[in-house]
């Protein structure tokens, strides 16, 4: 599986972005799509997840704000992010579980997303 992100940049509090990652390759093999975000001297923490049924799971700091999508049909999960905080800013990395069908668990190279007036 290989993993395109797209959608990181610069924003203002308050603002919005809207990450995607496209999935390619052996992407029968994913059961779970996720974003996890890191900041330097911090452990690399779960965002968002949505499973292939479309199941969606959200880290607390970022419930009713930021919203998990999946169109099955391109392999591209999206992440809307609304109501931005300095704190949201981080790397964000996509990450294609596939252990359970596959063994096999790929990530993306990140994108960072800085919010900053």
């Known amino acids: 599986v290989r993993l395109e992100e797209s959608g990181g940049g610069l924003v203002q509090p308050g603002g919005s972005l809207t990450l995607s990652c496209a999935a390619s390759g052996r992407t029968g093999c994913i059961s779970t799509m996720n974003w996890y975000r890191q900041t330097p001297g911090k452990e690399r923490e779960l965002v968002a997840a949505v499973t292939f049924g479309g199941t969606t799971n959200y880290a607390d700091s970022v419930k009713g704000r930021f919203t998990i999508s999946r169109d099955s049909g391109k392999n591209t999960v999206y992440l809307q992010m609304n109501g931005l905080k300095s704190e949201d800013t981080a790397v964000y990395y996509c990450?294609?579980?596939?252990?359970?069908?596959?063994?096999?668990?790929?990530w993306g190279s990140g994108t960072l997303v800085t919010v900053s007036s």
């Open positions: 990450n294609a579980d596939g252990r359970a069908k596959c063994g096999i668990n790929t």
